[in-house]
């Protein structure tokens, strides 16, 4: 894995996360500063497919987790925290510079925590749960993304039981690939057991 991104070089479409490192000057925006760098060709064609046809869903690749047993939320919030906080593509964002897009990277102490919204299925009737919990994995995979203002990825977490959760995680494919999915899972399951047992970076 690459301190930049989900891919490993060689592997399944490295040139969709990779990108030219050949850094471009510095931008300061809100006294924060962010580092700028020529899109890869792959990302160029992703983005100029969303200029054609802005909000479309069709590149969104969402992630569905499976959650059982006691969850602890902070620990998942904070695994959350830790996966953008390891992965530059995380934090990644697209800008027009010369009339062409490059990666705009917010660096990791300055980047906002992701977000996790929360949505409690278990009022309603069991057989319902599963419908509703497939209709709103389908509406959030639908969501589309602003590849200017970003994030790029997003979580949502769904209770359907007292202690059986769907974590839905949603990428932009700019910024992953099916590959990416794969060590994403990973990446945030240990993450995960790393906080759950209540260890901190600190303590890492």
């Known amino acids: 894995m690459t301190k930049a991104g989900l891919i490993e070089p060689g592997l399944e479409e490295p040139q969709a ?14 006294a924060e500063e962010v580092f700028v760098y020529p899109a890869a060709f792959a990302q160029e064609r992703l983005w100029f497919l969303d200029q054609l046809e802005p909000g479309s869903p069709l590149y969104n690749m969402p992630l569905a987790l499976a959650l059982r047993g006691r969850l602890e939320v902070p620990a998942l919030r904070s695994a959350l925290c830790e996966i953008a906080r390891r992965h530059e593509v995380l934090r990644t964002t697209f800008a027009v510079a010369g009339g062409l897009p490059v990666q705009v990277i917010t660096p990791a102490e300055a980047a906002a925590p992701p977000p996790l919204p929360r949505v409690d299925l278990t009022p309603l009737p069991p057989a319902a749960r599963g419908r509703e919990g497939e209709r709103l994995a389908a509406a959030e995979a639908a969501r589309p993304f602003d590849l200017a203002a970003g994030p790029l990825w997003r979580a949502a977490l769904l209770r359907l039981a007292g202690a059986d959760h769907l974590l839905l995680v949603t990428l932009h494919h700019i910024v992953a690939d099916g590959w990416s999915l794969a060590v994403l899972g990973r990446e945030l399951g240990a993450c995960y057991a790393f906080y759950a047992a209540g260890r901190t970076a600190d303590t890492a």
């Open 17 to 30: 996360i990779a990108g030219d490192r050949r850094p471009a000057p510095a931008m300061q925006e809100a």
